[in-house]
């Protein structure tokens, strides 16, 4: 069974860059057709997609994060990144990562514990 764990700071500074990573342990993430996705859920808000890295290492992020937001990923470490630019109190959230497909890339049937990142001076 794939697990899914993020890691990174909790605590952000306005126009900072925003760095998690999420370990996968149970299945590679080259595994044909699933998307390791970023979600996060401000509070008192509903989820909000971020964006995803593919199997084959294609990215496809949320338009309006896109211009602040870089997915990568170590194979050899089974591990993937996400990346936000010029961080502002309004990216405070609960951040997950989960694996997405294969029938659909948004369908997320495993997930992260989620990790509380608060941005603030």
């Known amino acids: 069974q794939v697990q899914l764990a993020e890691s990174g700071p909790g605590l952000v500074k306005p126009s900072q860059t925003l760095s998690l990573t999420c370990t996968v342990s149970?299945?590679?993430?080259?595994?044909?057709?699933?998307?390791w996705t970023w979600i996060r859920q401000p509070p008192a808000k509903g989820l909000e997609w971020i964006g995803y890295?593919?199997?084959?290492?294609?990215?496809y992020c949320n338009p309006s994060l896109a211009s602040r937001t870089s997915i990568s990923r170590d194979t050899s470490g089974n591990h993937f990144t996400l990346q936000l630019s010029s961080v502002t109190p309004e990216d405070t959230a609960v951040y997950y990562c989960?694996?997405?497909?294969?029938?659909?890339?948004?369908?997320?049937?495993?997930w992260g514990q989620g990790t509380q990142v608060t941005v603030s001076s």
């Open positions: 890295i593919s199997y084959s290492g294609d990215t």
């Open positions: 989960a694996r997405g497909g294969p029938d659909n890339a948004k369908t997320w049937r495993d």
């Open positions: 149970g299945g590679s993430i080259t595994t044909d057709y699933y998307y």
